[in-house]
């Protein structure tokens, strides 16, 4: 499964912004799709997860209320959408995809990498 994410750019405090994450190589509805994403001088953190058929996710604390994942599988295509954005969002956005054997919920491990997309909340 390959990932290509798109949809950052640049966007002032309190906007909204829509990340869409597709797949190709394999068929996305089979894979437990996450958002991740890496602020500058910081690791990586998880952001959201959705299951396969989209009737689960699981949110960060910090975006809860805010952001919301869903998925389009017959797209392919697994989307976040931020609103309420805050500075402290600002960050390369990557979007994950989990393979077997399965390590429960949420999941515990992502074999399947997009190349990330960056998101800047001005203040």
């Known amino acids: 499964v390959q990932l290509q994410a798109s949809g950052g750019g640049l966007v002032q405090a309190g906007g909204s912004l829509r990340l869409s994450c597709t797949g190709s190589?394999?068929?996305?509805?089979?894979?437990?799709m996450a958002w991740f994403r890496q602020a500058p001088g910081k690791e990586r953190e998880f952001v959201a997860v959705?299951?396969?058929?989209?009737?689960?996710?699981h949110y960060k604390d910090s975006v809860k209320g805010r952001f919301t994942i869903s998925r389009d599988n017959a797209k392919n295509t697994v989307y976040l959408q931020m609103d309420s954005l805050k500075p402290e969002d600002t960050a390369v956005y990557y979007c994950?995809?989990?393979?077997?054997?399965?390590?429960?919920?949420?999941?515990?491990?992502?074999?399947?990498w997009g190349q990330g997309t960056l998101v800047t909340v001005s203040s």
């Open positions: 190589g394999g068929i996305l509805s089979n894979v437990r």
């Open positions: 959705i299951s396969r058929t989209g009737g689960a996710t």
């Open positions: 994950a995809g989990d393979g077997p054997p399965s390590t429960g919920w949420p999941p515990k491990r992502y074999d399947y």
